[in-house]
């Protein structure tokens, strides 16, 4: 056994805090899961292009008293909002009707059992980072949504670290499950005060039931030094929707496994994601696609700008199993890299079991187009100011699809910052 | 204001302009006619100074300094515009943003005031109305899914607003309505003045019916092998190009 | 798609007989002492013997590739005899009409040209069976021209300077687990100099036979363009029908001098082995060139044999404006696997490369695309464009795409596309209602489908290779 991020004395201190044999039992075998497995090398396929090395320089200890934080604001925006500070929940708007949440730290007996069967249903798979939060998870928020139900409001559940988590391990759980024909927003923004090191360990796992329709933001906006490596699993039950958001700015390290399982059939998932490391920030993420049934339909857009000495890594990885005819599944990547120290590894996959299917992917690595550079500067616009106009359309194009005005409002400024490095250029971007 | 002495130009290993000479004084409106492939659209792009378009000779004078010396940008700035006969989409990048960039660029170097915001929009809207395009244009991204027609509108639509000295349209004309036609006629008319010269590329006499050039030429083969007055199109549309080609040879 | 179609097309293989000769092969194993043996029966120099037994020990501490998306038993390589010559070829005979007739007729039988004047006479050609060159026509007239080609065992000893310099040079004896082997125990291949500036008058090909059974073919080919030469090279290979699996590991390399072209195309037709996936030669291959300034190397492949393939044609990009071309259509059907691709290392400036891969799977076979282009920090203005597309038939078997997308350059430019499509219904009934019978209508879609490969291969492969396909897809629609 070993134990490479010097964690097992928190897993042990954290077993010894419990009464709850179940979770003590369901989180030692993640321990032992976990300390088995060989710590990713540059020979592991899915860390081929994320080293972790980074990770092995602090002894991680879990936060025993949260910190204070505001996280990320939303102007004029009507929502029922959740905040956890440093993995513990800090404050909570009123739930609208139809809405429960489960605290796996406050459970009563009953939900005890209510726990006990949803967290066995699901899978930590060979994510090592799915199975480290389960071994390590002393907090999991489990909301549940009644069939039938329309939330007006978006739901945000607002992740902050805060200024007092330097040196910690934050793993938390999010569950969300989604009734038959209900409809809602999730915005789910990870945002930190500290000065790290600070490692985040979130997994969110989301049920969409029969004929519901979810969009879902998961937009990933620590700064700092922050190493974020959690997973995203979603299922989709039969003739649901899910549109599904995602976005990494900043922080030195970052990784996501996103996994969207079809578990019923005719249901719709458009997937998008935008990265901008810069700096010497590292994102990496890693999606797949399960078309476990017939009729599904996926369309997946990621695009990212690597400047300076960042690097990005995607991988997007398409399945239809056996049995699901009649999929259409598209990926499409596309990366622009604008300095020459900058590095992009991607690696669309199909991987194909039925044949009456229609699959494609693209992948490219460009610069801005030069008929489109001409036009500008056939326009009097400068070569910079082009430049900037274009890496920021790039990204606009996916942003312009977002239903939520108020999204939009919080990150168009955010980007417009982050490629114009001066206000002057800014200003035609907001 | 526009000199073209003698002209050689090429497209990456091909040679298509071939001493090509032509004087535009300001005031004037000169049409450019020609069979396909002559070499027109590349002698836009030339004066605007595309990448890739090589001049291997002769001058080019504008407002008396050498043209070809500045950079496609500068040139702009200075007054050149040319409506493109196929405009690139640019998807992403709204038009509006596109648009406020562009004026506050071309204002800026000519020691104008840049606009606010709000008179920005309200001229842009303004102008929208004046070439028949729906304010909601102005949303999108640049000539992102327009129709053929729209893309050339929204071409007409940045020369009203940049009031360019020199304006080159090429083939804005194509693809167009009779309406259409008409309010690109409207357009360039509207900014015929006596301090601005104008050069219409088109394959068709209708066009001049309503922009009366004062000079049509023929360009073949890479060069100006014709020039006459208004009657001269009216002649090609009647008989083609091939009676040129004897004449020349 | 309709089921009694299934019925009247029968699959044969129409390389799988036997041919009846005696033959001398050493006993199964592999040890030091085998690869002694090997040198010796090919009197090899010294130094020879030595870059084997490095290569030997650098095996020994190497394990298998696991990465691959096959999967099979792993050979027994002591099972394995390691070297097999037709009794006759034990003579030494001299020139081509020496040759025992058996031999010449296993050639004839495959279609090869083993007469100089015969109707292709525009095709040099080399004959290997099992672990030895049978013979090698034209050798005049290529002599003439100043081009060398003959069994690489004969340039060991003829051309020790140009073998000494380039063999391993692009594939290293350390490079995988099957070229360290291939390096230790090579038996025979052909070997390649075209001088400076000379346009190889005539096409080069290399026909490959395992005729032997428990034997493994370990080929080694090596190809030297210097500057400003050109030259096309032809790859050929079947086996006949046995139960058990048998092994060919081949290295290829080529080397392209500056301004020099390469052009290497492979018809591969090993044995795949029965429609119960039993028997079929393991096909795991080692190839890549290096292009220098200005050159260009492009591989064709048509692979529709072998029970497992492993086998990624490659391209070092070295050299600024140096061009790397890869043409493949990988067919697989009944219980045949495929992992097959390309890498496009582009180092210097203003490289281009160009990747179009088209794999076909029928039945229960599994067919997998894996491919690397990696823009190094120095590829300025580098370009690849690379299309990979998939056509299934029949809902048993599985497409595969893996490719790797690495780029440190921001000035180069990747495109990468893929898709999936089947043989529809849609398509086979319009042809069929137009009077055209599933098979022929198949074979036709199945054609324009690798159209853009096909284009690549000189005329008469070309055509061999839409035959070989439309005899491999015998039996798959239904
Ligand atoms: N990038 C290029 N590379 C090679 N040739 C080119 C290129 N661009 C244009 N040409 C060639 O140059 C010639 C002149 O083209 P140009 O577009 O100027 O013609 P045109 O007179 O505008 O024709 P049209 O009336 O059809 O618009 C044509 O033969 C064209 O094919
Ligand atoms: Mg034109």
Redesign the interface.
């Known amino acids: 056994m070993s134990d490479p991020m010097q964690a097992e004395q928190a897993h042990q201190g954290l077993q010894a805090q419990s009464d709850w044999g179940w979770l003590k039992d369901w989180r030692a075998s993640a321990w032992s899961q976990f300390a088995a497995t060989p710590w990713p090398t540059r020979k592991t396929?899915a860390w081929k292009?994320t080293p972790l090395k980074s990770m092995l320089d602090t002894e991680w200890s879990l936060a025993e008293q949260p910190g204070t934080g505001t996280g990320t604001v939303f102007e004029d925006w009507d929502r029922t909002v959740i905040t956890l500070v440093d993995g513990k929940v800090a404050d909570h708007d009123a739930l609208p009707e139809g809405v429960t949440v489960r605290l796996l730290s406050k459970a009563t007996p009953e939900q005890r059992a209510q726990f006990e069967d949803r967290l066995s249903k699901t899978l930590a798979g060979d994510q090592l980072f799915t199975t480290f939060n389960q071994a390590l998870l002393a907090e999991a928020v489990w909301i549940d949504v009644a069939p039938e139900t329309v939330l007006e409001k978006p739901l945000h559940i607002n992740q902050v670290l805060s200024s007092s988590a330097n040196g910690r391990a934050v793993p938390v759980r999010l569950m969300l499950d989604l009734g038959g024909r209900s409809q809602m927003t999730l915005v789910e923004t990870f945002s930190s005060e500290s000065d790290g090191p600070v490692f985040i360990n979130p997994v969110t796992e989301i049920e969409v039931g029969d004929s519901a329709k979810l969009t879902h933001y998961h937009l990933l906006l620590e700064t700092g030094d922050v190493r974020h490596l959690g997973s995203v699993q979603a299922v989709l039950r039969a003739h649901s929707q899910m549109n599904s958001f995602h976005m990494a700015l900043g922080g030195v390290l970052k990784r996501k496994d996103i996994v969207v399982r079809h578990c019923g059939s005719g249901a719709h998932l458009q997937l998008n994601g935008v990265y901008l490391p810069k700096g010497k920030e590292h994102v990496d993420y890693h999606t797949t696609l399960e078309h476990e049934v017939p009729h599904g339909t996926s369309n997946e857009v990621f695009r990212g700008i690597i400047g300076d000495e960042a690097k990005a890594v995607f991988n997007g990885r398409i399945h239809i199993h056996?049995d699901a005819?009649k999929t259409l599944a598209e990926l499409s990547n596309k990366?622009l890299?604008?300095?020459?120290k900058?590095?992009?590894?991607?690696?669309?996959?199909?991987?194909?079991?039925?044949?009456?299917?229609?699959?494609?992917?693209?992948?490219?690595?460009?610069?801005l187009?030069?008929?489109?550079m001409?036009?500008?500067?056939?326009?009097?616009?400068?070569?910079q100011?082009a430049e900037v106009?274009?890496s920021?359309?790039?990204?606009?194009?996916l942003l312009?699809t977002l239903d939520d005005e108020p999204v939009k409002q919080l990150l168009r400024p955010m980007l417009a910052a982050l490629f114009a490095k001066e206000d002057e250029l800014a200003r035609?971007?907001v | 204001m526009l000199n073209i002495n003698d002209l050689h130009a090429r497209v990456e290993d091909t040679a298509i302009l071939h001493g090509l000479n032509l004087e535009v004084k300001p005031g004037e409106v000169h049409a450019i006619m020609g069979p396909n492939g002559a070499g027109k659209s590349t002698l836009g792009n030339v004066l605007?100074?595309?990448?890739g378009y090589e001049v291997t000779g002769g001058t080019v004078t504008y407002k008396g300094s050498d043209l070809l010396e500045l950079?496609?940008?500068d040139?702009?700035?200075a007054g050149v515009?040319?409506a493109?006969q196929y405009?690139?989409e640019?998807?992403?990048?709204?038009n509006m943003?596109?648009l406020?960039?562009?004026v506050d660029?071309?204002r800026t170097?000519r020691g104008e005031e840049a606009m606010s915001s709000m008179d920005f929009i309200k001229l842009a809207r303004e102008k929208c109305k004046a070439v028949d395009l729906p304010q909601d244009f102005l949303k999108r991204?640049?000539n992102e899914g327009f129709s053929g027609g729209e893309k050339k509108r929204n071409e007409l639509l940045?020369m009203m607003l940049?009031e360019p000295s020199l304006c080159i349209l090429d083939e804005t004309d194509s693809g167009l309505d009779i309406d259409a036609l008409q309010v690109v006629a409207r357009g360039v008319n509207a900014l015929r003045s006596p301090d601005r010269g104008i050069i219409v590329v088109t394959h068709y006499q209708r066009l001049l019916d309503y922009i009366v050039p004062d000079y049509v030429h023929v360009l073949a083969k890479g060069r100006i092998v014709k020039s006459g007055g208004r009657e001269l199109a009216l002649e090609l549309e009647k008989h083609g190009y091939s009676w040129i080609d004897e004449e020349v040879a | 798609m309709s089921e009694n179609i299934d019925q009247y097309l029968k699959s044969e293989y129409s390389a799988g007989w036997i041919t009846d000769i005696e033959s001398l092969t050493i006993p199964p194993g592999l040890n030091e002492d085998v690869i002694r043996l090997i040198s010796a029966k090919k009197q090899e120099p010294e130094w020879m013997l030595e870059w084997r037994l490095k290569a030997y020990r650098a095996w020994l501490e190497m394990k298998e590739p696991e990465?691959a998306h096959v999967v099979y038993p792993k050979p027994d390589f002591q099972a394995l005899s390691y070297y097999s010559s037709p009794k006759s070829m034990e003579d030494g005979p001299q020139s081509l009409d020496e040759v025992d007739p058996e031999l010449l007729r296993t050639y004839e039988k495959l279609g090869i040209p083993v007469h100089e004047q015969e109707v292709l006479a525009g095709v040099a050609v080399d004959m290997v069976f099992d672990s030895v060159s049978v013979g090698t026509t034209f050798r005049q007239k290529l002599k003439d021209a100043g081009v060398i080609f003959c069994p690489i065992s004969e340039a060991v000893h003829e051309y020790p300077e140009l073998v000494k310099k380039y063999l391993g040079s692009v594939v290293p004896q350390k490079d995988n687990f099957y070229a360290a082997l291939n390096s230790a125990v090579f038996s025979d291949g052909s070997f390649v100099y075209i001088p400076k500036g000379v346009r190889c008058p005539m096409e080069l090909s290399t026909y490959f036979r395992i005729n032997e059974a428990k034997t493994g073919q370990f080929e080694r080919t090596l190809i030297i363009a210097d500057e400003g030469s050109q030259v096309s090279y032809l790859e050929g290979c079947t086996a006949p029908m046995r139960d058990e699996n048998q092994l060919h590991a081949a290295v290829v390399e080529l080397v392209a001098l500056d301004d020099a072209d390469i052009k290497y195309s492979t018809v591969q037709n090993w044995y795949p082995g029965d429609a119960e996936g039993k028997g079929g030669i393991y096909n795991f291959v080692t190839k890549r060139g290096i292009a220098h300034t200005r050159s260009k190397i492009s591989w064709t492949q048509v692979e529709t044999g072998s029970a497992v393939t492993w086998k990624y044609p490659s391209c070092i990009l070295k050299g600024d404006d140096s061009i790397g071309e890869f043409y493949s259509v990988a067919l697989t059907s009944n219980h045949q696997q495929a992992d097959t691709g390309t890498k496009m290392i582009h180092l210097g400036k203003n490289t281009r490369s160009t990747i179009i891969a088209k794999g076909i799977s029928a039945k229960q076979s599994s067919n997998s695309y894996r491919g690397l282009v990696k823009?190094n920090?120095g590829a300025e203005g580098a370009r690849n464009y690379t299309q990979c597309d998939?056509l299934?038939?029949?809902?048993k078997?599985?497409?595969?795409?893996?490719?790797?997308?690495?780029?440190?350059?921001?000035?180069?430019?990747?495109?990468?596309?893929?898709?999936?499509?089947?043989v529809s219904d849609d398509q086979l009934f319009l042809c069929q209602q137009r009077g055209i019978d599933a098979e022929k209508a198949v074979s036709m879609i199945v054609n324009g489908f690798c159209k853009d490969v096909f284009r690549e291969l000189p005329m008469e492969f070309a055509v061999e290779a839409g035959k070989l396909l439309e005899v491999s897809l015998e039996g798959a629609v239904g």
């Open positions: 396929e292009y056996k005819q990366n890299l604008t300095s020459h900058a590095e992009i590894n991607t690696k669309p996959e199909l991987e194909i079991y039925a044949d009456d299917v229609k699959c494609a992917h693209g992948a490219t690595v460009a610069q187009d030069k008929g489109s001409f036009y500008f500067l056939s326009r009097g616009i400068s070569r100011e106009m274009m920021f359309g790039f990204i606009n194009e312009e035609h971007l | 605007a100074g595309r990448p950079e496609a940008e040139r702009a700035r515009f040319l493109f405009p690139v640019i998807p992403g990048v709204s943003e596109f406020k960039a562009s660029a071309i170097a991204g640049v940045q940049l | 990465w823009m920090p998939s299934l038939i029949g809902d078997c599985g497409a595969h795409t893996f490719p790797y997308i690495e780029s440190k350059n921001p000035t180069a430019v990747i495109e990468h596309e893929a898709t999936t499509s089947k």
